[in-house]
């Protein structure tokens, strides 16, 4: 595993959840060493490389990511992080650090420059963390969903599927590799007796699957997910994450990713399901109004709104 990134991005916090999860950690080796580091140790080996490596080059990275991936006994992943400039910044002035590449210049020119210089790592990346917005505890869970299960696993069990609900006027979900707007349906929000309640509730669920649009539009949000997902694991892809949006996130959203989360779990599809705008009024205990941020349910009527959904045949089992 090669971690790569911005520098104070998390490279190191990744570095700690790999090793607990059993992973030799050796950060910032020079890349004539990676060869002998791996044949060194009968564990798997989470190497970081960034500008502080000695020698370090991103097509130098490349090549020897390429010269790992040719010897069939290895299995080689490149994961990136990144954050925003202004979330660097930040971090940067509280830490009172200088970046590596500007130690008598500004932070920010020291950022950009990174960026150029590690763009072409950013494209090949098997996996690209934005830890903008991620806590601690959300990073080395990311990591643990990805790293920390059977890696003998094949097929479509072996590709972590996420499900995201979310508002669109809060933003695009960073990670989704598939967006779908859900705006068009009928909006539970303009019915009294459904408004204070989510997409978890039957009624919510009811109230939308009755417009005359929404068996198509689901029938053909699967269709595509039929398409596209296995040839996702023949790309070798470990995780895809699927977004659908609605105005506050709340409601229609909710429902269609928990009855996708069903459906493809019972196909197979290792689910993980996210409800961005529940999780942020869970942890705020915010309780807004209005069509684009519709008031939360009292907590102890919302489940959790993240969890992970095994394959049906795995809970059967």
Request: charged share 25%; with cysteine; aromatic share 6%.
């Amino acid at each position: 595993m090669l971690v790569t990134g911005l520098s104070g991005a998390g490279k190191a916090s990744i570095l700690r959840a790999l090793e607990d999860l059993g992973y030799q950690a050796i950060d910032n080796p020079p890349l004539t060493l990676i060869d002998t580091l791996i044949s060194s140790t009968d564990r798997p080996l989470a190497i970081g490389v960034d500008c502080r490596t000695q020698g370090f080059d991103a097509s130098a990275v490349l090549t020897a990511l390429a010269r790992l991936r040719a010897r069939a006994e290895l299995e080689a992943h490149l994961v990136y992080v990144w954050a925003e400039t202004a979330v660097l910044l930040r971090r940067y002035t509280e830490t009172r650090r200088r970046h590596p590449l500007a130690p008598a210049a500004p932070v920010a020119e020291g950022i950009a420059a990174e960026e150029a210089l590690t763009a072409p790592l950013r494209r090949e990346a098997g996996l690209v963390i934005d830890t903008s917005d991620l806590e601690l505890a959300s990073l080395r869970a990311v990591i643990e969903r990805h790293y920390g299960g059977d890696t003998a696993m094949e097929g479509r069990a072996g590709m972590q599927l996420g499900l995201i609900s979310f508002a669109y006027p809060a933003g695009l979900p960073r990670e989704a590799d598939l967006v779908f707007d859900a705006r068009f349906l009928r909006n539970p929000h303009y019915d009294p007796t459904l408004r204070e309640r989510t997409g978890l509730d039957p009624a919510v669920g009811a109230y939308v699957r009755a417009d005359r649009d929404y068996e198509e539009f689901y029938a053909r949000i699967k269709a595509l997910l039929a398409l596209v997902l296995p040839r996702f694991v023949q790309e070798g892809k470990k995780y895809a994450s699927v977004a659908i949006g609605c105005t506050g996130g709340r409601h229609r959203s909710v429902h269609l990713v928990e009855t996708l989360a069903k459906d493809l779990s019972e196909t197979g599809w290792r689910v993980h399901v996210t409800h961005r705008e529940l999780a942020a009024a869970a942890r705020t205990g915010s309780r807004r109004t209005g069509p684009d941020t519709h008031a939360a349910d009292a907590p102890h009527k919302t489940p959790p709104a993240v969890r992970e959904d095994a394959p049906a045949q795995a809970r059967e089992a």
